[in-house]
């Protein structure tokens, strides 16, 4: 069974700077899916990033990118020039290709942004 | 913002009874899904529709029953409930085929006494 691993459950980073969220996934599939989502203390679930697998361009949304690497199974998130509105919880998501649209989440990483 | 909206936001019970959480779209998308929310777990599948009256389990379904009568809603029912489905439930839906992307409810906060 796919899964999927945040070793960070915490993670502190000054204003300004720049931090990077680990997440390792399993699987023996070839066509996924990887998001990172966004939960801030409203709890709303926000979609960050998505990579497709077969890309090997690494994704890129402003000032969020990851390092996507395949035969690693890695996808790290990258987020530059922090901002107090980056602190909050999050989610490295697995997407399975033609099975329903399932999403399996890893337990997330808690983001804190120092002033 | 994608139009999903769960009723009730919030809502204490207690054990024993029976509780229903509402899911509703006005996106017209196929699939619809239930998680579970809990600290140090992540969000986890209770279960999930892939069209009218169909649906199937995920990974967390015992104590849960699930119905979808039509595209817009989805209804997630506890007919038991205990005090370990004290949790936050998002509903979730997605359009298969295109971004993969799920478009995620408010949440509700269940507590169960």
């Known amino acids: 069974a796919q899964t999927v691993t945040q070793s960070q459950p915490e993670m502190s980073v000054q204003e300004a700077e720049t931090v990077t969220l680990s997440c390792t996934y399993d699987?023996?599939?070839?066509?996924?899916?990887l998001f990172w989502y966004k939960q801030p203390p409203s709890r709303q679930m926000i979609l960050v990033i998505r990579?497709?697998?077969?890309?090997?361009q690494n994704a890129t949304e402003n000032r969020f990118s990851v390092n996507f690497q395949k035969a690693a199974k890695s996808f790290s998130l990258k987020i530059s020039d922090s901002q107090l509105g980056d602190a909050a919880m999050y989610f490295c998501?697995?997407?399975?290709?033609?099975?329903?649209?399932?999403?399996?989440f890893g337990k997330g990483t808690r983001l804190h942004i120092l002033p | 913002d994608a139009g999903i909206t769960q009723s009730p936001r919030h809502k204490v019970t207690e054990t024993g009874t029976p509780v229903t959480l509402r899911c509703h779209q006005t996106?017209?998308?196929?699939?619809m899904y239930w998680y579970r929310q809990d600290p140090g777990h992540g969000l986890r599948l209770i279960h999930y529709?892939?069209?009218?009256?169909?649906?199937d389990k995920g990974e967390v379904s015992d104590g849960y029953s699930v119905s979808r009568s039509k595209t817009e809603d989805f209804l997630l029912t506890l007919e038991s409930a205990t005090s370990s489905q004290t949790s936050v439930y998002f509903c979730?839906?997605?359009?298969?085929?295109?971004?993969?992307?799920?478009?995620f409810g408010p949440g509700t906060r269940l507590t169960v006494t």
């Open positions: 998501a697995y997407l399975q290709m033609n099975r329903d649209d399932k999403i399996i």
């Open positions: 699987t023996s599939e070839s066509d996924y899916y």
């Open positions: 996106e017209n998308h196929r699939y």
């Open positions: 979730a839906i997605s359009e298969s085929g295109r971004t993969y992307e799920q478009y």
């Open positions: 990579q497709e697998a077969y890309k090997q």
């Open positions: 529709s892939y069209g009218v009256k169909d649906t």
